[in-house]
């Protein structure tokens, strides 16, 4: 039992390119999210989607699209990287569409840089 | 826009002593979550507290929560090395919020 996996897990960008983080989970979650982390900022959320084929914004979903492929699947992707978007990114999921009642499970994380 | 802020930022401790961080937060909430990050990695959640709930136990885990002064406030009892990490608290909904944490360092 994986739990939530994300892949990249390093990638180093030039500002300008385009790439999409990967995020699967295994426990039949019905809600997934998107964070970054930047230092002393805590978590903010980029966007979540409280089930398959639904998709909402969070606190900071500038220059950012996502794709809730299936169930299992929930995509990143940057069009345009830009240097402020240098993070630390981590998709999560919760069993229930009301994700704040849940416990919320974290990938890894993956490290983004943007030169 | 933090709902939750940690107190303090970071925290240093001899192993066997207890660690107490705090958290604040400015609106109305339903529960609040605490999780801990140890560095590198992704977080892991620890406890959850409803908002009709004043304290709660887990191991050496101890959560209070006081909804008239908006604040929680996590225990760690006993402190070993191994809890060297950073903790968050966290609010709200769907879009559950993050505080920024406190860096706990348990030294040995």
């Known amino acids: 039992n994986a739990g939530v996996t994300q892949t990249p897990k390093f990638q180093v960008l030039k500002t300008g390119q385009s790439m999409t983080l990967q995020c699967a989970q295994d426990?039949?979650?019905?809600?997934m999210y998107w964070y970054r982390q930047d230092p002393g900022m805590g978590l903010r959320l980029i966007y979540y989607?409280?089930?398959?084929?639904?998709?909402d914004k969070g606190e900071v979903p500038n220059g950012y699209n996502v794709s809730r492929l299936n169930k299992r699947e929930f995509s990143l992707r940057l069009e345009s990287a830009a240097p402020s978007q240098t993070s630390v990114y981590f998709c999560?999921?919760?069993?229930?569409?009301?994700?704040?009642?849940?416990?919320?499970?974290f990938g890894e994380g993956s490290w983004l840089t943007v030169v | 826009s933090q709902q939750g802020e940690e107190d303090p930022q970071a925290l240093s401790i001899q192993e066997g002593e207890n660690a107490t961080m705090n958290c604040s937060y400015k609106?109305?909430?339903?529960?609040l979550q605490w999780y801990r990050q140890n560095s590198g990695r992704g977080l892991v959640h620890l406890i959850l507290i409803r908002s009709n709930e004043r304290e709660k136990h887990s191991g050496r885990l101890r959560v209070t929560l006081d909804t008239s002064k908006k604040s929680s406030s996590l225990l760690i009892t006993a402190s070993r090395a191994a809890d060297t990490a950073s903790y968050f608290c966290a609010t709200g909904g769907n879009k559950l919020v993050f505080g920024a944490g406190t860096i706990l360092r348990v030294k040995s």
């Open positions: 426990m039949n979650h019905n809600s």
């Open positions: 989607s409280a089930s398959e084929g639904t998709t």
């Open positions: 609106t109305s909430i339903n529960n």
């Open positions: 999560a999921s919760s069993e229930s569409w009301t994700g704040g009642w849940d416990t919320i499970y």
